[in-house]
């Protein structure tokens, strides 16, 4: 009995000195993180920021109205061209020689000269027979041929000046007809294809090149639906162009469509791009970033 008390009364010694010779618990010195602020929160659940691609404004096909084969290509692709230039020419050789006769025609006025000459003639014949006609039937007979002649003098006269006046419009159309022979480009802007070579036949409405518009250029984001409202036509958006060189530029907001796509929670918003001597080219990268409504500012 002895012997267990003192077996409990050493382990109780050997407890008590493990735990003085134990080392205490590290102290926590970490400092808590600090909580957001409200104003913070709602910043950063109002941006969004997005990458999307510059979009020409405008893409054109050129077609001839007529049918014919490709004498002269005036605009290769990559070529600026202004409104109204030419572009691609067809062989007008067959309205060249209408147009010439045409001319001819029309500057020649000698038919039309002599048959006012006879039909003057003629009307001062009958005038001097008219007035011998009182004297007898032969006379008055001579008087109806007279007459009879200055009338048909008449009508070739007028006859004349008709063609002479349907060959001025023949020269018009004929010049019309040449026209149509050639592509011009309806807008300033930049040759983008050339499906058509010199030598090569066009069928009539048949494409024969392709254009784009890029002043100004098109950027196309797609806000979250929770922006709805903030975005309005006319609003001033700066955006970073990333390549080839890294700028800030300023768009104008020019169509907001409030239509929500339902697959993305998304809506189109369209930004233009006033670019002068086409600086910025079509397709390059663009970071649209939008923090809250402090980021569109009105014109």
């Known amino acids: 009995m002895i012997a267990k008390w003192a077996f409990l009364i050493a382990a109780l010694a050997a407890l008590a000195s493990a735990s003085a010779s134990a080392p205490a618990p590290a102290k926590n010195t970490a400092t808590p993180p600090t909580p957001q602020t409200p104003a ?85 014949e009958a005038r001097i027979t008219k007035q011998l006609s009182a004297e007898g039937a032969e006379a008055q007979l001579l008087y109806q041929q007279k007459r009879m002649a200055y ?22 159309a004929a010049k019309v007809a040449m026209e149509r022979k050639k592509v011009r480009a309806p807008v300033a802007g930049i040759v983008t294809r050339k499906p058509k070579g010199v030598g090569e036949a066009a069928q009539p409405l048949e494409t024969v090149a392709h254009m784009a518009v890029i002043d100004p250029l098109h950027i196309i984001i797609h806000p979250p639906a929770r922006m709805l409202g903030m975005f309005k036509a006319g609003q001033m958006l700066a955006v970073d162009v990333l390549e080839p060189q890294p700028q800030s530029v300023n768009t104008t907001v020019r169509i907001v469509n409030p239509v929500v796509d339902p697959a993305s929670n998304t809506f189109r918003v369209r930004l233009a791009l006033d670019n002068p001597n086409n600086l910025i080219s079509s397709g390059v990268r663009v970071r649209v970033t939008v923090t809250g409504p402090e980021s569109l500012k009105n014109p």
């Not at 409104?83 to 067809?90: E, G, K, N, P, S």
């Not at 009338?151 to 018009?172: G, I, M, S």
């Open 40 to 124: 913070a929160t709602a910043a950063s659940a109002q941006g969004y920021v997005e990458e999307v691609f510059t979009q020409p404004s405008e893409t054109v096909e050129l077609a001839a109205a007529v049918g014919g084969i490709v004498k002269i290509v005036r605009a290769d692709e990559g070529t600026v061209v202004k409104a109204d230039d030419v572009v691609i020419a067809l062989d007008d050789a067959t309205e060249q020689l209408a147009l010439r006769a045409a001319k001819l025609e029309a500057e020649s006025d000698a038919e039309e000269q002599g048959a006012r000459a006879t039909m003057e003639q003629t009307q001062e």
């Open 151 to 172: 009338d048909v003098a008449l009508y070739k006269y007028e006859l004349a000046k008709k063609n002479r006046q349907k060959a001025a419009v023949d020269a018009e």
